[in-house]
């Protein structure tokens, strides 16, 4: 069993809607989680970061964590088209410094 | 900056063939790492970097080498490439608690 399982989708939206994906992970020792956005034969580039259960907000994303359920979530509100992309989530252990653990992500297609 | 680079962007090798990748960042980041990126399994560390002259394995070392003589810069070594190597291969540095990426090299072993 992965450490950090991940819906691989697709997941297809119109656009405008509101985008829940989620990834649970069975590691407890996990303390620091994000979000990364991939787009197609690009490197993924960091979107949200966050260390504690509860919210984070930024612009039309909010990343939710809940430690007591090992279970995180990114929302993005009023989806775009540019919004289609591979969402990953990623993961550190606390001590592990930035060895990240990656689930197997998420592609979303937002369609006009 | 250029931020993260990556050389070549495309590799074809034959099954026991030896090659580098190379990685590059302009940021004096200490941090440096390269993954693969296979479907469906996300990201996995190759091996790390916290600094010049020292090196680490991640989850999946075996089949690759690594050395950082420079802060700079982070090449890959495929001592005798196998198809199970077939992937896409980033190369990340990092400062503090955020990483950045560099293109990808997408290699394919025959």
């Known amino acids: 069993q992965k450490e950090v399982e991940q819906d691989p989708g697709p997941l297809s939206v119109p656009e405008g809607a509101i985008v829940s994906l989620n990834c649970t992970y069975s590691?407890?020792?996990?303390?620091?989680f994000m979000w990364y956005r991939q787009y197609s034969r690009k490197g993924p580039e960091l979107l949200m970061y966050?260390?504690?259960?509860g919210n984070k907000e930024d612009g039309r994303f909010t990343a939710q964590v809940d430690k007591s359920s090992k279970y995180i979530s990114l929302f993005i509100r009023d989806s775009q088209p540019s919004d289609s992309a591979t969402y990953l989530c990623a993961m550190i252990q606390q001590g592990a410094g930035n060895m990240l653990t990656f689930g197997g992500g998420t592609r979303l297609m937002v369609k006009p | 900056n250029a931020g993260v680079t990556q050389t070549p962007k495309f590799q074809v090798l034959k099954t026991g063939q030896s090659m580098t990748l190379q990685c590059a960042q302009d940021?004096?980041?200490?941090?440096m790492s390269w993954y693969r990126q296979d479907p469906g399994m996300g990201l996995r560390l190759i091996h790390y970097?916290?600094?010049?002259?020292?090196?680490d394995q991640g989850e999946v070392p075996n089949g690759y080498n690594v050395s950082r003589s420079t802060t700079e810069d982070f090449p890959l070594r495929l001592l005798s490439a196998a198809p199970s190597q077939t992937s896409v291969y980033f190369c990340?540095?990092?400062?503090?608690?955020?990483?950045?990426f560099g293109p990808g090299t997408r290699l394919t072993v025959l």
């Open positions: 590691n407890s020792a996990f303390q620091y």
């Open positions: 940021m004096n980041h200490e941090y």
């Open positions: 970097s916290v600094g010049a002259g020292i090196t």
């Open positions: 966050t260390y504690s259960s």
């Open positions: 990340a540095s990092s400062s503090g608690d955020t990483q950045y």
